[in-house]
């Protein structure tokens, strides 16, 4: 199993960015992909959460109603929409995944590690 992050980058307060995780594989009936974010000296936090059991999705409460995370099966890949960015989601994101047929949010209910991709936002 292989997760390959991308689509960090420097962006204004207000700006979006779309990260993509793209996976391979996987041969599971049922799978989740989460999106983490770390940022210089604070603990991993879980920012998102896909099932791919019954499309359902989590999103922590920093993030709501400004992030999306959205599957696209034929591409193996999972994207996670950031809209409205801030300062404070400065951060080195990664993807996640498990199988499982539900979304958790802490990092050690995950099983596979995609590489770190850096998201700047500039005030």
């Known amino acids: 199993v292989q997760l390959q992050a991308s689509g960090g980058g420097l962006v204004q307060a207000g700006g979006s960015l779309r990260l993509s995780c793209a996976a391979s594989g996987f041969t599971f009936d049922f799978y989740a992909i989460g999106w983490f974010r770390q940022a210089p000296g604070k603990e991993r936090e879980g920012v998102s959460c896909f099932s791919s059991s019954d499309g359902s999705t989590y999103y922590a409460d920093s993030v709501k109603g400004r992030f999306t995370i959205s599957s696209d099966n034929a591409k193996n890949t999972v994207y996670l929409q950031m809209n409205r960015l801030k300062p404070e989601d400065t951060a080195v994101y990664y993807c996640?995944?498990?199988?499982?047929?539900?979304?958790?949010?802490?990092?050690?209910?995950?099983?596979?590690w995609g590489q770190g991709t850096q998201v700047t936002v500039s005030s």
């Open positions: 996640a995944g498990v199988e499982s047929t539900w979304c958790g949010s802490d990092s050690y209910e995950y099983d596979y």
